[in-house]
T-cell receptor, first 115, second 115 residues
Framework: EAGVTQSPTHLIKTRGQQATLRCSPI?????VYWYQQALGLGLQFLLW???????NRGNFPPRFSGRQFPNYSSELNVNALELEDSALYLC??????????????FGEGSWLTVV | AQKVTQAQTEISVVEKEDVTLDCVYE???????LFWYKQPPSGELVFLIR??????QNEISGRYSWNFQKSTSSFNFTITASQVVDSAVYFC????????????FGTGTSLTVIP
């Protein structure tokens, strides 16, 4: 069974541009989570989608946005890129969240470099 | 407020030594789940273990063992006879029942096993 898949693996953008990262959850998972991991820092929670709706949002500016599609895949958009947005962006998925405590499984991440 | 603390930022051990990674959590909830993840240099977080707050039995899986103590709000992870392949960043996480499946991660402990 395929795990969480993310694309692209690497992305290089110029400051001020927009970046779009994509994530496909494990089959049967309806929740998708996005995390940012900047160099030397821990995991910073970005967004959590469950069955198409945004359930929670971390302490990030509005230029970080996303959505979840009917097939539960998700997109993370970062507008007006800044140098400090350079990071590893990790997507994770889990089963339906009404059964809380479900394990979240991570993808391999997308490395975003802003120059 | 919920919080997970991994006080050890970096640990180095010589191969075959035992090493314990500490995790202390804070929550007022009585029902919660605790997790450990491993992040090798490749970037993907790998799920290691999940425990619920009602199960304080220690668990052993090969060279890995976990000690859960509610009295001290700790969920420590021990690697016995460490190997170079154990070199990674290890994250402890907390999930609360009343928040659906919101995860709270510690800042991680970087383990280096020296051959």
């Amino acid at each position: 069974e395929a795990g969480v898949t993310q694309s692209p693996t690497h992305l290089i953008k110029t400051r001020g541009q927009q970046a779009t990262l994509r994530c496909s959850p494990i089959s049967g998972h309806t929740s998708v989570y996005w995390y940012q991991q900047a160099l030397g820092l821990g995991l910073q929670f970005l967004l959590w989608y469950d069955e198409g709706e945004e359930r929670n949002r971390g302490n990030f500016p509005p230029r970080f946005s996303g959505r979840q599609f009917p097939n539960y895949s998700s997109e993370l958009n970062v507008n007006a890129l800044e140098l400090e947005d350079s990071a590893l962006y990790l997507c994770a998925s889990s089963l339906v969240t009404r059964y809380s405590g479900n394990t979240i499984y991570f993808g391999e991440g997308s490395w975003l470099t802003v120059v | 407020a919920q919080k997970v603390t991994q006080a050890q930022t970096e640990i180095s051990v010589v191969e075959k030594e035992d090493v314990t990674l500490d995790c202390v959590y804070e929550t007022r909830d009585t029902t919660y789940y605790l997790f450990w993840y491993k992040q090798p240099p490749s970037g993907e977080l790998v799920f290691l273990i999940r425990r619920n707050s009602f199960d304080e039995q220690n668990e052993i899986s090969g060279r890995y063992s976990w000690n859960f103590q509610k009295s001290t709000s700790s969920f420590n992870f021990t690697i016995t006879a460490s190997q170079v392949v154990d070199s990674a960043v290890y994250f402890c996480a907390l999930s609360l029942v009343n928040t659906g499946n919101q995860f709270y991660f510690g800042t991680g402990t970087s383990l280096t096993v020296i051959p």
